[in-house]
């Protein structure tokens, strides 16, 4: 049977894809429910799930910013009651989690990164060269030394 959001070929024994799926779903009515009180329009569940599902196939199942394997195994299995409860502890427990993070500011276009929930946590709302800056000026500051890569 043929689908409309093949599983992609990092995720085959990892998650099912009615796990995949189910979850693709969620993050693109989470995303056009926060566009939409943006006051985005445009945002439609069917093209975010398409934007969404793209971004996982480009991740190659890393993390978009750090280049860090995500750890699918976690999609879906978050619980925040527990979340609460345990705080610091359970969120760096889902540190790798992949999560779902808009390259611009949500009222354009439909475009995304995969990313750690840690990284996206880290990034929040800040665009690409903010969030390179922030990182240079922490490593810079705590006397890291950076090497490029390349």
């Given at each position: ?65 750090t280049g860090e394997k995500l750890?699918w195994t976690l999609i879906s ?15 760096h427990e889902f540190s790798m ?54």
């Open positions: 049977m043929s689908r409309k959001y093949e599983l992609p070929y990092f995720l085959a024994d990892l998650v099912t894809h009615e796990t995949y799926e189910r979850w693709l779903r969620r993050k693109a009515q989470q995303h056009v429910r926060r566009d939409r009180q943006r006051g985005n329009k445009t945002a439609i569940g069917e093209l975010y799930r398409n934007a969404i599902h793209d971004a996982v196939k480009e991740s190659g199942g890393l993390d978009a910013y750890e299995k978050c619980n925040n009651d527990e979340s609460k409860e345990k705080g610091r502890r359970y969120k989690l992949p999560t779902v993070d808009h390259v611009s500011d949500g009222t354009g276009l439909a475009d995304f990164k995969i990313c750690g929930w840690r990284t996206n946590d880290a990034k929040n709302d800040l665009d690409l060269h903010e969030f390179v800056s922030v990182c240079r000026a922490v490593v810079e500051h705590q006397g890291f030394i950076v090497r490029k890569r390349g």
